[in-house]
């Protein structure tokens, strides 16, 4: 089975660039049948998706924060990665790396985050 | 699409049935999954396409749903489900979650 594991700063300063890496075990990140996702959740809030990457680089990004973040993925590393730039206190969160399984079932392919990463915390202060 | 889940906490006791509904503000099929978040933890996936129970998730944990209108429900509480409890949609982009519903102890 698939284990994603989170890594990067655990402080970032506002305006400045938040970076983190998503390694994943268990399986290659090439597979197509899988994309790759990260998720955040502020400090006792709920679950916001941020965006996803698929092993040929296409991504799918949220709107609400599609002009800051850039999702790469690093397939000789078994790694994808998380830039969102200018950064503000808005974005201290958890942020969770997830696994989006493509799951072929009779009534078609059915998508759902099936591994999660154990979550970092990055907290913009100065 | 907007997904709002009710209610938004319920306190409930070892054994009693439990039913959590999200709604979806338009058609989503049964593009839908329902995971569980314990404090401090990843979610962890229980139910995906509305109605499939995830490999190795208990039984008393079962979906229902397409369209609009979806249930989680747990047959039998048990102590280990106390937990927040979110709905997702995974028609389109952006994939978005319901608010949550924490279960609580009576």
């Known amino acids: 089975q698939l284990q994603l594991q989170e890594s990067g700063p655990g402080l970032v300063k506002p305006s400045e660039t938040l970076s983190l890496t998503c390694t994943v075990s268990?399986?290659?990140?090439?597979?197509?049948?899988?994309?790759w996702d990260w998720i955040r959740q502020p400090p006792g809030k709920g679950l916001e998706w941020i965006g996803s990457?698929?092993?040929?680089?296409?991504?799918y990004y949220n709107p609400s924060l599609k002009s800051r973040v850039t999702i790469s993925i690093h397939t000789s590393r078994n790694q994808f990665s998380l830039k969102l730039s200018s950064v503000t206190a808005a974005d201290t969160a958890v942020y969770f790396c997830?696994?989006?399984?493509?799951?072929?079932?009779?009534?078609?392919?059915?998508?759902?985050?099936?591994?999660w990463g154990q979550g970092t915390l990055v907290t913009v202060s100065s | 699409i907007q997904l709002t889940q009710s209610p938004s906490s319920l306190s409930a006791s070892v054994g009693d049935r439990v039913t959590i509904t999200c709604r979806a503000s338009q058609g989503i099929s049964s593009y839908l999954a329902w995971y569980q978040q314990k404090p401090g933890k990843a979610p962890k996936l229980l139910i995906y396409?509305?109605?499939t129970l995830q490999s190795g998730v208990p039984s008393r944990f079962s979906g229902s749903g397409s369209g609009t209108d979806f249930t989680l429900t747990i047959s039998s509480l048990q102590p280990e489900d106390f937990a927040t409890y979110y709905c997702q949609q995974l028609i389109n982009y952006p994939r978005t979650f319901g608010q949550g519903t924490k279960v609580e102890i009576k």
């Open positions: 396409a509305a109605s």
């Open positions: 997830a696994s989006e399984a493509l799951t072929r079932m009779v009534r078609g392919v059915i998508p759902n985050f099936d591994y």
């Open positions: 268990g399986g290659s990140i090439s597979s197509s049948d899988y994309y």
């Open positions: 990457i698929y092993y040929g680089g296409h991504t």
